[in-house]
């Protein structure tokens, strides 16, 4: 799809390519991306291709914030490649454990909140912090998510009694309903006040449904 015109090269294209825009490489762009997919497919990679070294230090810079399916002018979805890519070398090497420790974060996030004080408390001894940074291959500028509450479990997420028929489902993700639960209950508020009766997507007894976004690369490993 990707006819060369260089439109994710300008500066002012709207949101593509913000990884461009840091680091002024044209590797780090749609179209350099877009080249080392047809090397790929021109065989030029060798037996590895999609899950080869260059086509991860390609897409490794890619936010998968979609701006190129939505400015380049034949819309390009580097994301969604991105998600192929590593998904073809995660069947090659398997799941690192920072893929892991995203992908389950659903899984453990309520036990992280239970032990909010514990495990947010890691922050606070950089020794520590370091260390599972550096075993999680994060930055170690980034902090570590803080974890602070179950929106979804606590009264605030109890339902109104029925006294409309205008009814609406409110989807809190874990990450409003583990870490910005603050977000989730605007939310209910805003759409009680305009008169809906707010349903939330869990279940007495069972784990919230999530989005599944951070499981794509579990789904074919
Ligand atoms: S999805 Fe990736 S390639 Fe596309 S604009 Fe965002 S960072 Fe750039």
Redesign the pocket.
Known sequence: MCNNNGH?RKFDAG??????RVTKEEQH??RG?ANTLRLVLSGQLGDEGLASDDVKEALD?????????R?CPTG?D??KF?IEARTARARVNGLSLRDRMVGEMPRYAPWASKFSALVNGVERVPFLAKQIKQALKLAPQRSLPVFNGNFLASAEASQQPATTTREVLLFVDTFNNYMEGDNAKAAKRVLEAAGYRVHLNVTKGQRPLCCGRTYPLFRSV
């Open positions: 994710c949101t593509m390519c913000p990884s461009f762009l749609t991306r810079l890619c936010v998968s914030c979609k701006g190129c399916k400015d390009v580097m994301a991105k």
